[in-house]
């Protein structure tokens, strides 16, 4: 099966080795838009051994307002002006490769290990 050609990306890199390509599939957090001062923030988390990401509200969002979070992606290709009109706006997307830090592997981030559902004690013990 042949996807349709699209001019939009729905990339996010996890860590130095793994990138969400969420194109053909994915949940509606692929249409949050970037703000230099984003509403929510991506957060990854292990949970039964698997790196999962959330996305969480970092600040009151009021009724009717869009989600948005920072896109803070390594940029290999032209630089891309930023349009979000933020107090603060940091006139560009992303970091060039050649200036961006090293995204480092889950094994060399702090992340929270949570137990899946499953594997809680129910509250009746």
Partial sequence: MKHRVEANF???QINWN???DATYKGNKSRYFNHSCNPSTEMQKWIIDGETRVGIFAIRYITKGEHLTYDYQFVQLGADQDCYCGAV???KMLGA???KAKNI???EAVN???CKGVSDLESPQG
């Fill in 88 to 90: 603060g706006c940091r």
């Fill in 10 to 12: 729905y990339l996010c």
């Fill in 104 to 106: 480092p592997s889950d």
């Fill in 96 to 98: 060039n490769a050649s």
């Fill in 18 to 20: 793994m990138v969400i």
């Fill in 111 to 113: 992340l929270t290990a």
